[in-house]
């Protein structure tokens, strides 16, 4: 089969490679769509939290293939499979990104998506991901059964609209909240439409560029607000009778909107990190506390949001035909880290192996 194979950073290499074979309890599964995120483009151009250095040990391995925003169609299972995950030869799935090792403390404690080993589809060789024809699924995989009515790369939006959605959780957003989301790539845009489906009473979106602002309002966005044309802080202001946002949700990457998410927040509001960001980041730590005894919080994955992920995409809620921006054949696997490095021109960019 086709497979795309990471040698290093900035050399990844389409090679042909033996169809991996099933063992008991897993299932072989034939790739429709795998999406290029945002994190495949870091790892590509050589990032420390993947390739590691002086601060960290290096996460990824090399000679595996990468890809964990996949769905696909299972063509090999046993009965074990089948009990486990409840699907069968012919179904399509999607796969948790996370393959939790189920044995240490975050795993015993219902948090997999922490999961201490920390293996993750398409970065570890005990995992491979899904730039290829087959990948395998393993017996530790979160599987879900996924609809066959929609083009693949839209369901395969399940990994990062997962993400958004465990984001907007941590947010624990009420009715009467008025939510900034900073960040209207596809990360940001799931978390509109997360926040839409809370109940949020005002979503403000942040960009730099019309058409994601554009996208944001079809995501469901109430305000959105063009950060160089636009004093954002001000504007949240204006529309909170100066308190400030109840809630801001951080998925741009940038240093500027961390600083930017702290000035904007009212008092006792509530702060979800959700980005990477390439290099530490500065800012005045004392708003936290002393000036607005703020709440601040992570997010990572998508911790039990998989299924309300794929309701979401089915419910057609979503302009996923404007958001999956490019499909392109496995062999045009450059092309597309190219097109998701050029964000101004593309949104979610597939490969249909
Ligand atoms: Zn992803
Ligand atoms: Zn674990």
Redesign the pocket.
């Given at each position: 089969m086709k497979a795309v194979v990471v040698h290093g950073p900035e050399d990844y290499r389409l090679e042909e490679r033996p169809i991996p074979t099933a063992g008991p309890g897993e299932a072989l599964l034939k790739v429709e769509a795998v999406?290029i995120?945002?994190?495949?483009l870091k790892c590509y151009h050589g990032a420390a939290k993947f390739w590691g250095d002086e601060n960290r040990p290096a996460w990824t391995e090399p000679q595996v293939i990468p890809g964990?925003?996949f769905t696909g169609s299972i063509v090999e299972i046993d009965e074990e499979g089948t009990r486990r995950w409840g699907v069968e030869v012919g179904d399509r799935v999607v796969a948790e990104?996370i393959v939790p090792c189920w044995n240490c403390r975050y795993c015993n404690t219902g948090n997999y998506h922490m999961c201490q080993p920390h293996d993750m589809f398409g970065f570890k060789r005990r995992t491979p991901g899904a730039m290829a024809e087959y990948l395998v699924l393993p017996v530790e995989a979160l599987v879900h059964k996924a609809p066959k009515n929609l083009p693949p790369h839209h369901v395969a939006f399940a990994?990062?609209l997962s993400?958004s959605l465990h984001a907007v959780e941590r947010a624990n957003i009420a009715f009467d909240d008025v939510v900034v989301i900073a960040g209207c790539g596809p990360i940001g845009l799931g978390m509109i439409a997360g926040a839409r489906a809370k109940g949020a009473k005002t979503i403000v979106a942040l960009d730099a560029l019309p058409q994601k602002l554009a996208l944001a309002t079809k995501c469901g966005a109430d305000v959105v607000v063009n950060i160089r044309e636009e004093d954002a802080v001000q504007v949240v202001k204006d529309l909170t009778d100066g308190y400030g946002a109840d809630v801001y949700i951080e998925g741009t990457g940038h240093p500027s909107a961390v600083a930017q998410g702290l000035n904007l927040l009212r008092k006792l509001g509530t702060f979800v990190e959700y980005s990477v960001f390439k290099d530490p980041v500065s800012v005045d730590w004392s708003i936290i506390s002393d000036d607005k005894e703020l709440n601040v919080l992570g997010a990572h994955l998508g911790h039990n949001t998989w299924p309300a992920a794929l309701k979401l995409i089915e419910s057609g809620v979503l302009p996923l035909d404007e958001i999956c921006s490019h499909q392109l054949p496995l062999e045009d696997f450059q092309k597309g880290l190219d097109l998701v490095a050029d964000s101004a021109n593309s949104v979610k960019v597939s490969l249909l192996p």
């Amino acid at each position: 089969m086709k497979a795309v194979v990471v040698h290093g950073p900035e050399d990844y290499r389409l090679e042909e490679r033996p169809i991996p074979t099933a063992g008991p309890g897993e299932a072989l599964l034939k790739v429709e769509a795998v999406g290029i995120c945002a994190s495949d483009l870091k790892c590509y151009h050589g990032a420390a939290k993947f390739w590691g250095d002086e601060n960290r040990p290096a996460w990824t391995e090399p000679q595996v293939i990468p890809g964990h925003e996949f769905t696909g169609s299972i063509v090999e299972i046993d009965e074990e499979g089948t009990r486990r995950w409840g699907v069968e030869v012919g179904d399509r799935v999607v796969a948790e990104q996370i393959v939790p090792c189920w044995n240490c403390r975050y795993c015993n404690t219902g948090n997999y998506h922490m999961c201490q080993p920390h293996d993750m589809f398409g970065f570890k060789r005990r995992t491979p991901g899904a730039m290829a024809e087959y990948l395998v699924l393993p017996v530790e995989a979160l599987v879900h059964k996924a609809p066959k009515n929609l083009p693949p790369h839209h369901v395969a939006f399940a990994e990062p609209l997962s993400c958004s959605l465990h984001a907007v959780e941590r947010a624990n957003i009420a009715f009467d909240d008025v939510v900034v989301i900073a960040g209207c790539g596809p990360i940001g845009l799931g978390m509109i439409a997360g926040a839409r489906a809370k109940g949020a009473k005002t979503i403000v979106a942040l960009d730099a560029l019309p058409q994601k602002l554009a996208l944001a309002t079809k995501c469901g966005a109430d305000v959105v607000v063009n950060i160089r044309e636009e004093d954002a802080v001000q504007v949240v202001k204006d529309l909170t009778d100066g308190y400030g946002a109840d809630v801001y949700i951080e998925g741009t990457g940038h240093p500027s909107a961390v600083a930017q998410g702290l000035n904007l927040l009212r008092k006792l509001g509530t702060f979800v990190e959700y980005s990477v960001f390439k290099d530490p980041v500065s800012v005045d730590w004392s708003i936290i506390s002393d000036d607005k005894e703020l709440n601040v919080l992570g997010a990572h994955l998508g911790h039990n949001t998989w299924p309300a992920a794929l309701k979401l995409i089915e419910s057609g809620v979503l302009p996923l035909d404007e958001i999956c921006s490019h499909q392109l054949p496995l062999e045009d696997f450059q092309k597309g880290l190219d097109l998701v490095a050029d964000s101004a021109n593309s949104v979610k960019v597939s490969l249909l192996p």
